[in-house]
């Protein structure tokens, strides 16, 4: 198994601009999760995903972040519009039911300038 | 997720010294354990595991205690190498109750030579 995939591994973008971030969970995983990580804050959960289903979103910054999994392979967090304030590492990570195989991908590293 | 400040403990050991890294949870109805390493620009890995029916869990080199009593728990990492610098989160979550991981602030573990 390949892992948790994540797309793209850095980017940079201006102010204002959307930003989209994606995610392929491991095959059989029923549960994906997006985080996200700074110095100042460590890892926050946004949100998270059972069977596709959005389960919890109180994470989620504000309505200038959504997230989406259409299907059990693939997963995206979309921001709109972008603030240097966003930048930051988001972790997608996926597990099983009953929280095994914890497993996160490498991150996608956003800077907004 | 829990916050870490800029400035997270620090844990400087010697080559070839055992390490132990400690980890107080928060909720006394967490039942699942995990410990992560995260190495620089990568995402947290999975390193061991327990579960609250056990207070000793051993894998390879690493050595997971819990003390469910003061909710404590503690990393050993036996005969430690370079390799292992980086920073190590402990996570909590409840089975069965949706699947989220709670992380602990993060320790930063050095390895001189």
């Known amino acids: 198994d390949a892992g948790v995939i994540q797309s793209p591994r850095h980017e940079v973008t201006e102010m204002g601009q959307e930003v989209t971030l994606r995610c392929k969970p491991i095959s059989g995983h029923d549960y994906l999760f997006w985080y996200r990580q700074t110095m100042m804050r460590g890892l926050e959960l946004l949100i998270y995903f059972n069977n596709n289903v959005p389960i919890d979103d109180s994470g989620m910054p504000e309505d200038r972040f959504s997230a989406k999994m259409p299907n059990a392979s693939f997963s995206t967090l979309k921001i709109q519009p972008s603030e240097p304030r966003d930048s930051a590492v988001y972790f997608c990570?996926?597990?099983?039911?009953?929280?095994?195989?914890?497993?996160f991908g490498s991150g996608t590293r956003l800077t907004v300038v | 997720g829990e916050s870490v400040g800029l400035h997270l403990p620090t844990l400087s050991v010697q080559e070839g010294d055992n390490s132990i890294i400690n980890c107080a949870y928060s909720n006394s109805a967490s039942d699942y354990f995990i410990w992560y390493k995260q190495e620089s620009g990568k995402g947290p890995q999975f390193i061991i595991d327990?579960?609250?029916?056990?207070d000793k869990r051993q894998g390879q080199r690493v050595t997971v205690l819990l003390n469910k009593t003061v909710k404590h728990l503690s990393l050993q990492i036996a005969a430690t190498q370079p390799g292992d610098s980086a920073v190590y989160f402990c996570a909590e979550t409840v089975e069965n109750a949706g699947n989220m991981l709670t992380f602990g602030g993060g320790t930063r573990l050095m390895v001189k030579p």
């Open positions: 990570a996926s597990s099983k039911q009953g929280g095994y195989g914890y497993t």
């Open positions: 327990i579960r609250s029916n056990m």
